[in-house]
């Protein structure tokens, strides 16, 4: 009996590793963050470390109590791509992306009350860190701070010393 619960949690184990797809072979490189711009616009900043990353995404985060966890549960409501990588760190406007960005999607930081930034190769399987911003984070950036992880926030001065070296990073800790 024993051996049959061990073969079972084995085959579960396997079947949900299976089941979240990219996550798992997706290689980690360069960071992203949230600030806001001198006008108070909200901005990414991203440290490419190498990596040729050509895209920005913005999901939405849905309301914790409806969500399905199906492909829908973290909609996606602005991808910005440039037909080729930007300097190795480079800043982009979430609202006015201008060349050489296309955007698919519109966001309006006041919409949300909890939302994700991220960064990828458009035809890699790489990507950057998630950044995971609340409403109230964003509202409280000035162009000298950003938002990155899991809703930390560092100087700019900290981002451009740490990004692209992961062990100068804070060991995140939850309250």
Known sequence: MRR???AVLT????GALTGCGNWI?????GAIAMTADAQGNPVVIVARCGAPID????????DVASATGGPDADPIVLRLTAPEPPNDVFTVSLT?????WQA???FDPAAQEMFWVSGAVSDKDMATTVTQVTRAAYEGLDAEHVVIREGEVWTRAEFDARACNRESWPVVTES
Not at 25 to 29: E, F, P
Not at 55 to 62: A, D, K, T, W
């Open 96 to 100: 006015d992306p201008g060349p050489p």
């Open 55 to 62: 895209m920005v995404e913005v999901s939405q985060h849905p």
């Open 25 to 29: 072979t997706t290689d980690i490189v």
């Open 4 to 6: 049959g619960a061990s």
């Open 104 to 106: 698919e999607g519109r």
């Open 11 to 14: 085959l579960a184990t396997a």
